[in-house]
């Protein structure tokens, strides 16, 4: 059956610190991997998308990687601040083509000042 | 503000009573989605819409469950009789299909209760 399995472990980094998540997935053949950040309350915020045919992507502190032969990306935030604490969610189309997204069930980083 | 909008925020209910939801999409966005999210899960899909034509219903969790879009703006979401198991967060999204984008914008949800 189809999986997609984040860090089962909350993460707790030091401020100024790298934060890294891994998601992985079994049995689904993406043609993308987006990441999405949800605060307590509210809905998931998109941040990045890399495409089955980039290994690495970037936006300002954040930094994602796409193996597919591993099937598995990781997330980073670098320099990490407060503010960045929440659940990060990746997501991965249903693979027909037709922008249905499939989540993970999140990992909730906490970064300490 | 013109991003994806739910309501009601809240809704607490009896086991066996009728709720709909509401969301308000951005406005140029033609394609509009629905999730629900339980406690430490991510969101899971249910139905979407491209303009006013659901494309997909299998993935609803029950035939309590309906959703429509009646002219290809607002969507509505209904679940009839409903159960304690039906208690979690529904979220709305919206999408612009055919220019290259993929990111869907989420609503803040709305939290269902089912006492």
């Known amino acids: 059956s189809q999986k997609i399995e984040q860090n089962s472990e909350a993460l707790n980094i030091q401020e100024g610190k790298t934060a890294t998540l891994t998601c992985n997935y079994t049995?689904?053949?993406?043609?993308?991997l987006q990441w999405y950040r949800q605060d307590p309350g509210r809905g998931p915020v998109f941040l990045l998308l890399?495409?089955?045919?980039?290994k690495e992507k970037r936006k300002e502190r954040l930094k994602v990687t796409f193996d597919t032969t591993l099937k598995q990306s990781l997330f980073h935030i670098t320099a990490s601040q407060p503010a960045d604490s929440a659940t990060y969610l990746c997501a991965l189309d249903l693979g027909s083509n037709d922008y249905k997204l499939s989540f993970g069930a999140g990992t909730t980083v906490t970064v300490r000042a | 503000d013109t991003g994806v909008s739910q309501d009601p925020r809240h809704k607490i209910t009896k086991r066996g009573q009728n709720v709909t939801f509401r969301c308000d999409p951005i406005?140029?966005?033609?394609?509009l989605y629905w999730y629900r999210q339980t406690l430490g899960q991510g969101p899971e899909f249910l139905t979407y819409f491209q303009n006013e034509a659901q494309l997909e219903k299998s993935r609803l969790l029950s035939d309590r469950f309906s959703a429509e879009r009646p002219k290809g703006s607002f969507s509505t979401l209904e679940i009839q009789r409903t159960e304690q198991g039906d208690s979690a967060m529904y979220l709305c999204?919206?999408?612009?299909?055919?220019?290259?984008?993929?990111?869907?914008?989420f609503g803040p949800g709305t939290r269902l209760t089912v006492t």
């Open positions: 049995n689904y053949s993406p043609a993308y």
């Open positions: 999204a919206s999408s612009l299909v055919g220019g290259g984008s993929y990111e869907q914008y």
């Open positions: 406005s140029e966005h033609n394609r």
């Open positions: 890399i495409r089955e045919n980039e």
